[in-house]
């Protein structure tokens, strides 16, 4: 028999990595999008590109039961917290901070998914997955701090760049983020991770196009790049159709609180995005705020002794 029968199911667990893999590399790459295209401009023009690369994804299965009214009303709070908050909510965050701040950020992801999971779906929550959400609260206040210390090394131009509205903003969107993932572990069980994406990247559309046609009006689109337009088709696709796709099919096996085990790769991969190709420096401040927080993922989602049993 296959580990998905047996054991643990890897391929379930391989499908929220790279979910969360593709976010985090996307949160970081945004950051160059914001700077050309105002942020409900380039929410629309994502949410606009993934419609139509998932139109044959809204038809209902042969064995999916129709939609009832709470249904209807679980995927506009799908789309709206996890595609319009949060997507708001991170890219005025990154374009006020920095994708290693987000990265750092993010990192609460899994003790806050876990938080939610007990309230909303009744999971029990150990006293170290407690002790993980005092370490990730403890390093969203050093990236804070390290707002002070922009402001002493760079001046005041460097320090806006850790604007402690950016950092609210960053804050909002992990809540978002983790109400996403409790969500989506209720629908997971009632329709299929496709039409999940589809439905919700069609509020999200529904949600943005007043503002983002009103920016619209007042943009010029010629003075857009060929590179750029690719960069922003790789941002939809990954943002609305492919992390959705992915993450929907691996929360189907895999319990939500267990599931943010997966949103380690987020800032992980934030945080090397901004490195690696934004040339972003990373401060002793930030290092022990990465730290800390990544300690707090380490406690909040280091697997059980029964971890290795079969999920149902």
Same mark, same amino acid.
């Given at each position: 028999?296959?580990?998905?029968?047996?054991?643990?199911?890897?391929?379930?667990?391989?499908?929220?990595?790279?979910?969360?893999?593709?976010?985090?590399?996307?949160?970081?790459?945004?950051?160059?999008?914001?700077?050309?295209?105002?942020?409900?401009?380039?929410?629309?023009?994502?949410?606009?590109?993934?419609?139509?690369?998932?139109?044959?994804?809204?038809?209902?299965?042969?064995?999916?039961?129709?939609?009832?009214?709470?249904?209807?009303?679980?995927?506009?709070?799908?789309?709206?917290?996890?595609?319009?908050?949060?997507?708001?909510?991170?890219?005025?965050?990154?374009?006020?901070?920095?994708?290693?701040?987000?990265?750092?950020?993010?990192?609460?992801?899994?003790?806050?998914?876990?938080?939610?999971?007990?309230?909303?779906?009744?999971?029990?929550?150990?006293?170290?997955?407690?002790?993980?959400?005092?370490?990730?609260?403890?390093?969203?206040?050093?990236?804070?701090?390290?707002?002070?210390?922009?402001?002493?090394?760079?001046?005041?131009?460097?320090?806006?760049?850790?604007?402690?509205?950016?950092?609210?903003?960053?804050?909002? *969107?992990? =809540?978002?983020? /983790?109400?996403?993932? %409790?969500?989506?572990?209720?629908?997971?069980? &009632?329709? @299929?991770?496709?039409?999940?994406?589809?439905?919700?990247?069609?509020?999200?559309?529904?949600?943005?196009?007043?503002?983002?046609?009103?920016?619209?009006?007042?943009?010029?689109?010629?003075?857009?790049?060929?590179?750029?337009?690719?960069?922003?088709?790789?941002?939809?696709?990954?943002?609305?159709?492919?992390?959705?796709?992915?993450?929907?099919?691996?929360?189907?096996?895999?319990?939500?609180?267990?599931a943010g085990v997966f949103t380690v790769m987020l800032p992980i991969?934030?945080?090397?995005?901004?490195?690696?190709?934004?040339?972003?420096?990373?401060?002793?401040?930030?290092? *022990?705020? =990465?730290?800390? /927080?990544?300690?707090? %993922?380490?406690?909040?989602?280091?697997?059980? &002794?029964? @971890?290795?049993?079969?999920?149902?």
């Amino acid at each position: 028999m296959s580990s998905l029968q047996t054991g643990l199911p890897w391929l379930a667990y391989l499908c929220l990595s790279a979910s969360m893999t593709l976010v985090g590399s996307y949160v970081g790459l945004s950051k160059l999008l914001v700077t050309i295209f105002p942020v409900f401009l380039l929410a629309w023009l994502r949410f606009g590109i993934a419609a139509v690369a998932m139109a044959s994804w809204t038809r209902r299965g042969a064995d999916e039961a129709p939609l009832t009214r709470h249904d209807k009303g679980m995927l506009f709070l799908e789309s709206f917290l996890g595609n319009f908050l949060f997507s708001i909510c991170m890219l005025f965050g990154v374009a006020l901070s920095s994708a290693l701040a987000a990265g750092v950020i993010m990192a609460a992801l899994p003790g806050v998914t876990a938080l939610l999971s007990r309230i909303v779906l009744k999971e029990q929550i150990k006293k170290r997955v407690w002790a993980g959400i005092a370490c990730a609260v403890g390093g969203i206040a050093l990236v804070t701090l390290s707002k002070q210390s922009a402001v002493v090394e760079g001046g005041v131009e460097n320090a806006g760049s850790y604007s402690v509205l950016g950092i609210a903003l960053l804050i909002g *969107a992990v =809540f978002c983020e /983790a109400s996403y993932v %409790v969500i989506g572990k209720k629908l997971s069980g &009632k329709l @299929s991770p496709k039409r999940i994406s589809a439905l919700i990247n069609l509020w999200g559309l529904l949600l943005v196009t007043p503002f983002g046609v009103w920016q619209a009006l007042r943009f010029d689109f010629g003075t857009v790049q060929p590179e750029i337009w690719g960069l922003l088709l790789f941002y939809a696709l990954a943002a609305s159709m492919w992390t959705v796709w992915l993450w929907m099919t691996g929360l189907k096996r895999v319990p939500a609180a267990q599931a943010g085990v997966f949103t380690v790769m987020l800032p992980i991969s934030a945080a090397m995005v901004g490195v690696v190709f934004l040339g972003e420096q990373v401060s002793s401040v930030q290092a *022990a705020a =990465f730290g800390l /927080a990544l300690a707090g %993922v380490v406690l909040a989602t280091w697997p059980s &002794k029964s @971890s290795g049993q079969v999920l149902h």
